[in-house]
């Protein structure tokens, strides 16, 4: 699956930051492209926590809205897919300007 390899990946940048000690719980983002399921996400966390130092700790997504811009008519919108048109004036294609993220923002340690 997907987001256990994603999870796993949380999981190693946490361990490599927390100099050994117990993280209490990861604040990660998530943009709208990116392709994660927050949802899958989390059930892959749980599982994938066991025996590492983020063992029982908490995982809070932040999710982060697409939005792009239109070279067409200036306008920065929001969309929901790649394959969105400019919803001012139709201008496809859209340069992407956030929603891709994945990463981890920050960890609290014991
Ligand atoms: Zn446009």
């Known amino acids: 699956m997907h987001e256990l390899s ?3 990946g949380i999981i190693e940048v946490c361990e490599q930051h927390a ?7 990861v604040s ?3 943009g709208a492209l990116s ?8 059930f892959c966390y749980e599982a994938a926590v066991n025996g590492t130092l983020l063992e029982g700790s908490m995982l ?6 697409a939005t792009a811009f239109c070279e067409c008519c200036g306008a920065v919108a929001e969309i929901e ?3 969105d048109s400019c919803p001012c004036c ?8 956030s929603g891709e993220e ?9």
């Open 6 to 8: 994603i999870a796993q």
């Open 19 to 25: 100099g050994g000690k117990r993280v209490k719980s």
């Open 28 to 30: 990660v983002q998530i």
């Open 35 to 42: 392709g994660v399921v927050p949802e899958a996400l989390e």
């Open 60 to 65: 809070e997504i932040e999710r982060i809205g």
């Open 81 to 83: 897919h790649f394959t």
């Open 90 to 97: 139709g201008g496809f294609p859209l340069e992407i300007r």
């Open 102 to 110: 994945m990463r981890v923002k920050e960890l609290e340690v014991d």
